[in-house]
């Protein structure tokens, strides 16, 4: 019994557990007695086999474990029944090896690849192998390590019926190389061999650089220039690869900091992890050490993790890539569509941007471009960002702008070189790169989904001009029609006066705004009716980029839009007493409808543009003077150009059909016809009791301004003025009529209390919408000033603004028309700022942040200074210099950078703790008074508490930042005295005594 123990113990120990196949060492130990004892013949012709199961490991995540190992049971069995394996052994995982007749090696995996797909449930589930002739004379182990070279060189390749290698030269010099790889690796960081390429990524929207990716190059004094196909799999094999990839990191932390320091640009730097690095490190933590110590932002380097290192249960990974999106870094998917399971790395993993494999572009045919049209399709509509490597034609180019791709990457744009070779060149060229304010702009632009059957453009609009850096197909022919064959032509067009929908489409785009929603309006191009609808998909202060979308009515068949304007037009030309085209240059013009008494003369299509005769025959002798003025053929086109709406219009009584003289509006708008001067003139009356009044008041107000003063100056200077008070001055203006309803009101009066128009609350009282806290009072004053004439000058008032209390100076006076009181004129200021800037405490703070002010600094000092004296409690000042601050605001706006100092604040207060005051003395430095006594702490720990304070900072609402800090400190009581207590502070923080956050 004992020895059949002992025999069980002994084979054991030389066995596989899980498929009882012989393990490495004894695999070894017996190959190498089965060679010696063989013949020559048969010795020659035996070949050492090393398997592998290609995806296993994903197999095992998918399946599980258990499964796994079935697997393997399975195919072990399978080997050790094949007569044509002299022996075999599993040396590792999914590793086999494996003696066998070189005559018969191929048939033998044939069979075990169709075995292998019999017993398991994935097809995608292989076989790769490599053959060695090994010898007596060879170390089975070392054989055994060449077998496995070949059949790692089959890694990444479609091998089809043909899966396995022969070790051969080529790959003898391989593993030379790899054996050199490893020898010197970490001799290669030290001496700096291994360097970082920099490829360009340049925005379709603009043609200029706006990222690079780093990639490592390893130029070596043996082998010369080894691109990363040599060396990664090398280190990744040995478990060396988080070495490679931190180094890479840390060259790009230290060029972004000589370059910035040195005054010049740099822009967004991505860079590859392997997954081994997520278990051979906390590569988290690594990373974070190297761009702290180089006070790098986390928005200016990008994490590239590939797809096919992914999996659906990955939880580490997973969790490790949340906690970097934690720590504002941006994570990418490189080689998107390598992988087996890409719809579901979607779902699992949050990326802010797909990397497009560049194997989906070597084809250029319809397919190839479908896939990648759905591609960028799918990834707008689940937010996220898109960028093409490989793209090596303009053609390429075409197509990736067309379907919206944001970016691109490649040989077509530039290869991947050194810092000094040419990168610094470029960047330095400042037309060809993106502003770094500008790219968060392009960023959110980006998410847009420009996959449409429809047309669509995107156009900028600065306030002044339009800019079209994207028309889409269907926009260009739709242009092509309209005899305009270029963005540039468009540009023109859109930004002359001339066109007739100039004014039309400024006040649109201003009304636009980011997530107001959209907007649509009709015009008149060409003779066809169009229609347009309008979307901010971004802003800055000085710009916004408008997605805009335009359909001829005439083109929809399921709606025909054009028919029912149309038949509209149809109606309100019953509407018009007259109705007339001119053309300007040809001083012609031809009546389509008109009260004549020479009817042969209106049937003529060109007679002469008459505007005194016409005022002669049908204008009321008093208004013809006016209208002279109003129809002056020499100023029309300019006043019709300069309008904001391409037509004036003014009231004039005009002698109707029945023979009388009726208040008429005449209109000249000028025809939507690209290269001429036409017009049309309309004449309608008017009817309605109050536009009757408000064309009575017109006809008074252009009257006076026909006359000039005895001086010379232009009476139109009141008008001029009156504008102004309403709508530029900020003084808050609004008049009543007799019923003490609102009537209107300027612009600074809306604003105040948060109206968008005086619309709101016209025809409404002041008991209505309970701004006054006195109404009563305030009701008895106004029927005060309609009743007897009385002014109110500065009249004390409280009012409700907003939930709050304010306290404001009225002003108000009748208003007399004919020597009657038809209304209240009132204006008023706001004084409760003033009241609250004469509080000693607010003269103390700082208005931004909340904290103190210097004023305020220096009298929490002496309070300090005080408790020192009397009860000998020491103090301490901190000197916090916050770094980068200034780029940041210019990157993203003062508004947003004034949100960050009071987080900073938020976060110092925080950390200085009970009784210590915070203070800002200048944009980005702060000043901390401590006392270290009573808390019971040192400088050190209330330094190290501010750090890690301000290291929870990551985003300002949803843009991504990151804070760095020098900080000094002085004690009160190794200084003296409070003034030389700061400047020891001071110059302690300027030393260098820098800590990062």
Request: hydrophobic share 35%; net charge negative.
């Amino acid at each position: 019994m004992e020895k059949r123990l002992c025999e069980d113990e002994e084979w054991l120990a030389g066995r596989d557990h899980r498929t009882g196949l012989y393990s490495l060492h004894r695999f070894a130990e017996k190959a190498h007695d089965a060679l010696v004892a063989m013949t020559p013949q048969a010795a020659e012709n035996t070949v050492i086999v090393f398997l592998n199961l290609h995806r296993f490991q994903r197999y095992n995540r998918r399946y599980g474990y258990e499964e796994g190992d079935r697997v393997l049971y399975r195919l072990a069995a399978s080997m050790q029944a094949n007569s044509g394996i002299l022996l075999c052994g599993r040396v590792a995982e999914d590793h086999f090896l494996f003696l066998t007749d070189k005559t018969s090696v191929e048939e033998i995996l044939r069979g075990l690849n169709h075995r292998l797909q019999e017993i398991s449930y994935d097809s995608l589930l292989c076989i790769r192998a490599g053959i060695y002739d090994i010898s007596p004379a060879d170390s089975v182990i070392a054989a055994g390590d060449k077998a496995k070279a070949a059949a790692d060189s089959l890694r990444g390749k479609s091998v089809g019926d043909v899966f396995w290698h022969y070790y051969d030269q080529e790959l003898a010099l391989a593993m030379e190389r790899r054996a050199y790889i490893l020898e010197n690796f970490d001799r290669a960081i030290r001496n700096g061999w291994i360097h970082v390429y920099y490829q360009p990524v340049m925005r379709t929207l603009t043609g200029k650089l706006c990222g690079m990716e780093a990639l490592a190059r390893w130029e070596d004094p043996v082998y010369g220039l080894m691109p990363p196909a040599l060396f990664i799999h090398v280190l990744e094999e040995n478990l060396l690869i988080h070495k490679l990839d931190l180094h890479i990191v840390r060259l790009v932390c230290e060029d972004y900091r000589r370059e910035v320091n040195a005054g010049h640009r740099f822009v967004p730097v991505s860079f590859n992890l392997s997954r081994l690095d997520f278990d051979l490190c906390d590569i988290l933590d690594e990373i974070n050490q190297i761009v702290l110590e180089h006070e790098v932002p986390k928005d200016m380097i990008h994490v590239e993790i590939t797809e096919s290192m992914l999996s659906d249960n990955d939880i580490h990974v997973r969790h490790t890539m949340e906690l970097f999106h934690d720590d504002g870094y941006q994570v990418w998917m490189d080689d998107f569509g390598s992988g087996y399971s890409t719809l579901n790395v979607l779902k699992d993993y949050k990326f802010d941007e797909i990397k497009i494999d560049m194997r989906f572009l070597s084809d250029s045919g319809e397919r190839s471009r479908k896939i990648i049209t759905a591609v960028v399709d799918m990834a707008k509509k689940i937010g996220i960002q898109t960028l093409a490597e490989g793209v090596e034609n303009e053609s390429q180019l075409d197509f990736l702008r067309e379907i919206g791709c944001e970016k691109i990457q490649g040989y077509y744009y530039g290869k991947p070189q050194l810092f000094d070779d040419g990168v610094r060149k470029l960047l330095e060229t400042e037309e060809k790169v993106e502003e770094a304010a500008l790219g968060r702009y392009y960023d959110q632009i980006g998410k847009v989904n420009l996959i449409d059957e429809r047309c669509i453009a995107l156009a900028e609009y600065d306030g002044e001009r339009y800019r079209f850096p994207y028309l889409n197909e269907r926009f260009r022919t739709l242009l092509e029609g309209l005899r305009i064959d270029s963005a540039f032509l468009l540009e023109e067009i859109c930004n002359d006066p001339v066109f007739p929908a100039y004014g039309l489409l400024r006040r649109e785009s201003e009304k636009l705004h980011l997530g107001t929603g959209k907007r649509s309006t009709s015009f008149v191009a060409e003779g066809r009716y169009f229609y347009l609808t309008g979307d901010c998909v971004g802003e800055l202060p000085d710009r916004k980029m408008l997605l805009v979308f335009i359909s001829d009515m005439a083109d929809n068949k399921d709606y025909n839009r054009e028919v029912e304007l149309d038949e509209a037009i149809r109606s309100l030309y019953q509407t018009c007493e007259n109705l007339y085209i001119c053309n300007l240059e040809e001083k012609k013009c031809r009546s389509l409808l008109s009260v004549s008494e020479n009817p042969e003369e209106d049937e003529n299509w060109k007679h002469d543009i008459d505007p005194k005769g016409f005022a002669k025959d049908r204008i009321y002798p008093e208004d013809r003077d006016r209208y002279l003025e109003y129809a002056n053929p020499d100023t029309l086109y300019s006043r019709m150009q300069n309008s904001p709406r391409g037509f004036v219009s003014s009231y004039f009584r005009t002698k109707g059909q029945d023979g009388q003289y009726h208040w008429m509006r005449h209109l000249f708008v000028l025809i939507s016809k690209l290269g001429r001067k036409d017009y049309v003139g309309i004449a309608q009356t008017v009817e309605e009791p109050q536009l009757l009044q408000n064309a009575k008041i017109i006809c008074e107000s252009e009257q006076m301004e026909t006359k000039r003063m005895v001086d010379g100056t232009d009476v139109t200077l009141q008008r001029d003025c009156w504008r102004n008070l309403l709508y530029g001055s900020g003084l808050k203006i609004c008049w009543k009529d007799v019923n003490r309803r609102y009537v209107g009101a300027s612009r600074a009066f809306l604003d105040y209390f948060g109206l968008s128009s005086i619309s709101e609350i016209r025809s409404m009282q002041d008991e209505e919408q309970k701004w006054n806290i006195a109404g009563e009072e305030y009701r008895e004053l106004e029927e005060r000033i309609l009743k007897e004439g009385i002014a109110v000058k500065l009249q004390p008032q409280k009012c409700m603004v907003h939930g709050a209390v304010r306290d404001v100076l009225t002003n108000k006076q009748p208003i007399y028309r004919n020597g009657k009181i038809v209304g209240i004129l009132c204006y008023f200021f706001d004084v409760s700022d003033a009241k609250e800037n004469k509080d000693p405490a607010r003269e103390s703070m700082d208005t931004i942040t909340g904290g103190l002010n210097i004023r305020g600094l220096m009298l929490a000092s002496e309070r300090f200074q005080k408790t020192y004296e009397d009860k000998k409690k020491d103090f301490c000042y901190f000197y916090v210099d916050i770094h980068g601050y200034m780029e940041f605001r210019e990157k993203n706006g003062k508004e947003v950078g004034e949100k960050l100092l009071r987080r900073i604040s938020e976060r110092m207060r925080t950390a200085a703790g009970k009784g210590s005051v915070i203070g800002r003395i200048w944009e980005d430095h702060y000043v901390v008074i401590c006392p270290l006594e009573e808390q019971g702490v040192t400088e050190n720990e209330v330094a190290g508490r501010i750090h890690q304070e301000l290291k929870r900072i990551h985003r300002v609402g949803d843009i991504p930042v990151t804070v760095y800090c020098s900080i000094g400190s002085g004690r009160y009581s190794e200084a003296g005295s409070l003034e030389k207590c700061v400047l020891l502070a001071k110059e302690r923080m300027l030393e260098g005594e820098k800590s990062h956050v």
